[in-house]
């Protein structure tokens, strides 16, 4: 795998995590805490988790990064339930994002998306849930494309999301415990966060190198993680 892929992942973990220790230390760490997570979300009851739900879908819908938006939820509700929420608005965003391209984008997006779309086919065509959460479970590729190639690609909806939601998992469980509130000195949450990042990054590249049947799923993928290409 490129090292430069997994030195990226590193950093965000590290900024976010010095960015989660600026909220608990500084006065406008609690202001921007108060103005918004305290005063919308956190103890807001199921008012502040579909609020939270709906903010997470809208902007990882858009291309913001679903990482940040695990962070914000293990801040906002600790690490177990904030990893079930990062994954959740991950999951409605993907689901927006899908719906939106099968139903209105095919030929907007055909253009610009199609040869990545016939990729995606080629990939998930056999083993569809299977291959969308190696997908998923890559360490590499943007979210959003995914999301798009899928929707104006053949691909069932329902193992997509599926699978799409068992691969979140991983990363968001890394990213909700950088930003969460659980009991552990700051050094040591950030390095338990990094060697889980490692771990799944590593895990990843693997299981792509091991199952992906010779097809491609991207060049720059593959570049990436080192593969050579199709074989």
């Not at 202001?31 to 739900?53: K, P, S, T, V």
């Not at 903010?55 to 509700?77: D, E, S």
């Not at 990054?201 to 993928?221: N, P």
Request: aromatic content about 10%; charged content about 15%.
């Amino acid at each position: 795998m490129n090292p430069r892929v997994l030195l990226k992942g590193l950093g965000l973990i590290i900024s976010l995590g010095l960015l989660a220790y600026f909220f608990e230390s500084s006065d406008l760490g609690n202001a921007i805490n108060e103005a918004w997570i305290d005063g919308h979300i956190r103890d807001q009851g199921y008012r502040g988790e579909l609020l939270f739900l709906a903010m997470g879908a809208v902007f990882t819908a858009v291309g913001l990064p679903r990482q940040i938006i695990a962070f914000l939820a293990g801040y906002a509700f600790g690490l177990v339930a904030g990893t079930l929420f990062g994954a959740l608005a991950a999951l409605i965003g993907c689901a927006l994002t899908f719906t939106y391209a099968r139903l209105f984008g095919r030929g907007l997006l055909s253009e610009r998306l199609g040869a990545r779309a016939r990729r995606f086919d080629a990939f998930i065509h056999e083993h569809p849930f299977s291959m969308t959460l190696l997908i998923r479970m890559l360490p590499v590729g943007s979210n959003v494309l995914t999301n798009l190639a899928a929707g104006i690609s053949r691909a069932r909806a329902v193992p997509f999301l599926a699978a799409s939601f068992v691969g979140y998992l991983p990363q968001t469980i890394v990213f909700a415990l950088v930003g969460s509130g659980v009991d552990v000195a700051p050094v040591l949450k950030i390095g338990m966060a990094a060697l889980l990042f490692l771990a799944s990054g590593v895990l990843g590249a693997y299981l792509y190198h091991r199952h992906r049947h010779g097809v491609s799923l991207d060049e720059r993928v593959d570049e990436a993680l080192g593969e050579s290409g199709p074989q």
